[in-house]
């Protein structure tokens, strides 16, 4: 079956830097997502990476390894309005515009 | 951007009646969209993909009488929940695959409270 792993909570100050990290295991691979997601709130799309290497935009990068099944999304310079759950998705079908599959997502609790 | 508008944003329905969760694309023609459902500190599970103009595929588990979707256009999808009970009681989120400007985008969800 399909597997997605992402730890449940961090907390960390604000300014510091928090690094998520995501591994998966599915039967197939076209693309991970990042998503933020405040509580009762849709979620909204962080960033996309679909070959390895990191991908960085603003205060929040994400890295991509596809041999290892891992990825990662960094927050620098948190501000507590980054207190929020972040999830991780994989699109596992060839199917470019397919489904995607979410991990349970981490709380991150951002303190003064 | 595209943009998604779902609605209801909150309904409280009596057990055994039906709910009708809508889902509009705005200013993108939403080919594919995916139905939602997240419970409390839980993640989002998918319950299903509807491609506009044919049978929705559904997960595995979810059934199909009992969450209804229809696809009748490019720019609307519907959900509804038939015969509600308490433990349908969730949050339901729609996404729309925007094959032009790439992505998908989410809509803002809906809470189901049953009664």
């Known amino acids: 079956g399909q597997n997605i792993d992402q730890p449940t909570e961090m907390t960390a100050t604000e300014g510091a830097i928090v690094q998520i990290n995501c591994t998966y295991q599915?039967?197939?691979?076209?693309?991970l997502f990042w998503y933020q997601q405040h509580a009762g709130e849709a979620p909204t799309f962080l960033s996309y990476?679909?070959?390895?290497g990191l991908e960085e935009k603003g205060r929040f990068s994400s890295f991509l390894s596809r041999s290892k099944g891992y990825s990662y999304l960094l927050l620098k310079e948190l501000q507590m309005k980054d207190s929020a759950s972040y999830l991780c998705?994989?699109?596992?079908?060839?199917?470019?515009?397919?489904?995607?599959?979410f991990g349970a997502g981490t709380q991150v609790v951002v303190t003064p | 951007g595209a943009v998604v508008s779902q609605h209801p944003s909150w309904v409280i329905c009596k057990s055994g009646t039906s709910v009708k969760i809508e889902c509009r694309s705005l200013?993108?023609?939403?080919?594919?969209m995916f139905w939602y459902r997240q419970f409390p500190k839980q993640s989002l599970m998918l319950m299903a993909t509807?491609?506009?103009?044919?049978?929705?595929?559904?997960e595995q588990g979810v059934e199909k009488d009992k969450f209804l979707i229809n696809h009748a256009s490019l720019t609307l999808s519907t959900l509804t929940v038939t015969s509600a009970h308490p433990e349908d009681s969730s949050f339901y989120i729609c996404?729309?695959?925007?094959?032009?400007?790439?992505?998908?985008?989410f809509g803002s969800g809906t809470r189901l409270t049953v009664v």
């Open positions: 996404s729309a695959a925007d094959r032009v400007l790439g992505g998908y985008t």
């Open positions: 599915t039967s197939g691979f076209n693309g």
């Open positions: 990476n679909v070959l390895d």
């Open positions: 998705a994989v699109r596992d079908t060839t199917d470019s515009w397919g489904k995607l599959q």
């Open positions: 200013d993108f023609q939403a080919t594919t």
């Open positions: 509807s491609n506009e103009g044919s049978k929705a595929t559904y």
